[in-house]
């Protein structure tokens, strides 16, 4: 009974809270950012640590050279963020999805809810995995990006996947994380769950519904929009409103952008380039509208902040995904990649999702959720329908059509992105 | 006693003395090598590895190389000036504000604060008791939009429905002011307990008026004071970035923030470092300048008391 169990008698699952709320605020933020001085950091502080080997070119022979030497292990360890997998209600360390995967496989799960933020995560591995040791790690979540698990690909530190290891990633995954731009192929990565990008906004301020993106520009609005200042959100977000796609927009789209950009700032419309902060001002009104991540809102709304919504705007905007990936030097890799099968079987797909509740990167997993629902009773089926009636779990076809990844840049192309768009918040 | 005899004393004394000279010279250095071993391992060592940092190219995914591409100091003040001299204005701002606010405030305890000297002291440091994230974050949330104080003001009409204090210059000025101010208050404080009170009392037997006793006695003797309150607010005012990023706005960015970014969230190590080391060139060249208007004897006096 894993299901009803889960749900608590009060309107809306304590889970949709703890699920729908950005876990991946502090990524930029400011300030853990004095004490997370990485080691990658130090390192390169150290006078000129010499490059990593460049994205090294893995033939098909050598994948299955290393996957015909890994074999089934007692389990693995797997690094995760803090709540981001379902959870016994009357056990917080215990959780049923994993607790299955060990009654199918025999395979135990070290879960370590170590990840607080990519930037710091990856600062903690990169020097480990640089001199060719193991990070003690067999799977790990990391976001999509060049900054983030991009890094990771470029430097040759991921091991490539054997995907007749993962049929059910073939039969089930969404078609949104199939072949994604930040990883053609799937080579290294499948998708964990993703989120959108938006406009929170709250209507009785605005006095209008927000639906585009034009609307952050208009003058009504003046001193009341807030933006993210994020190198890879803002101008993603700019790109996509503007009707290009982030994910293969060109420099001359990117000047367009910028453009706009500083349009908006130079006409006093932005409040503030936030960080992470950008909830408060905008559940205390000193925003009306401002750049949003799907999963505060929804926060906001469940802790009191009830007038605020939240908006993909009609012309786009951004996904993210946060990925599984097996590390270098991984002990137990064999483990790793039944768990990543797993994980998109569409039972177990729905556990995850009804504890989860961002985006699954299994649509299918929608009639077990379902189904759960109608076995259930009171509060506890209401919240499973209102999960399976998501939109920000079960995304809509024109969601996911209006809503783009981050683009895929050059180590080349890093600088001359962050020159043309750092200037806009950093002032 | 012999001639030998004496001769031996003579150079035994003039050994003794030599000794004695000796360890007299080497003293200093033993008092000094401590701290001088910790300043050594703690402060010229990180500031190496930090002008070396500034010096590479490179970037996070392939690596940094050790160069001598000075190149970065030109590019980081042409993209960031205008936060550099942003920061200088604010940090000058501060400064003159926490004078005009504390400097009566101190003369007013160590003149008259009588026996109570110690309470009021204590009172005025009473708020640095809690963390000073959580009162400038507090100030963000009293001064909201709408909140407590303005959300009141709006509904009586007394200011504009438009009006607001948080995403604006003055208020990462007076946030700064706030934060600093204690800075400013105590060296004045030492400085004008310090002066003696006959001074004053023989200036009044010479007919000075209240006026002359005040410029000619109690201000010129608090200089020191001055000088130490602006080297302990000017600077750390001038590289703040906590204040600009919860109390300010669009264009309200200093010159911390930036190095804040650059450092942590773009990892460009050499343009943090770089900005950084221009930051405090330009502190020092500014120091320097203000020890020799205000005199080095004062200075000294300063960094003494």
Known sequence: MLMSDDLEPTGIDPAIIRGLSARRVTRRSLLAGAGSLGAAALVSACGGVSGVSKKSKVSNGAVQSYWSKQHKTPGFVFASWPLYIDVNPHNRSDHPSLDRFTRMTGMKVKYEEVIQDDDSFIGKIEPILKVGQSTGYDLVILENG???????????????????????FAKYAAAKVKNPSYDPGNKYTVAWQSGFTGIGYNPKLTGREITSFEDLFDPKFKGKVGM?????ELPS????????????????????ARDKLMQQKNAGMVRKYYEQDYIQDLSRGNTWLSMAWSGDIFQANASGAKDLKFVIPKEGGNIWTDNLAIPKGAANAFDAITYMNYVYEPRAAAIMAEGINYITPVPSCRSYVRSDAAKAKGSARQTLEYIADNPLVFPTADEYAHTHHFPNLTSAQIPVWENMFEPIYQS | MSTVEAVEARSGARRGRRTRRLRATLAPYGLVLPGGLWLAIFFVAPMVAMLLLSLQTGNIISGFQQTLHVATYENVVRTYHTELVRSLVYGLIVSAVTIVLAYPMAYWIAFHGGSRKSTYLFLTLLPFFVSFLIRTLSWNFLLAD???????????????????????????IAGLTYNFFPFMLLPLYVALERIDKSMVEAATDLYAGRTQRFLRIVLPLSIPGVFAGVLLVFVPASSDFINASILGGTNTTMIGNVIQTEYFTNNDYPSASALAFVLMAILLIGIFAYARALGTKDVLEASAG
């Open chain 1, 228 to 232: 993210l200042a994020d190198i890879m």
């Open chain 1, 146 to 168: 060049p900054l983030y698990i991009g890094r990771l690909m470029d430097a040759g530190w991921l091991v490539p996947l054997d995907h007749s290891k993962l049929p059910n």
């Open chain 2, 146 to 172: 709408n909140g407590l104080i303005l959300g009141q003001l709006k509904s009586w009409g007394i200011v504009s429905q438009d009006f607001h204090v948080l995403a604006t210059p003055f208020a990462v």
């Open chain 1, 237 to 256: 977000f700019a790109l996509n409103g503007m009707g290009y796609d982030s994910e293969t927009a060109t420099e001359a789209d990117w000047k367009k």
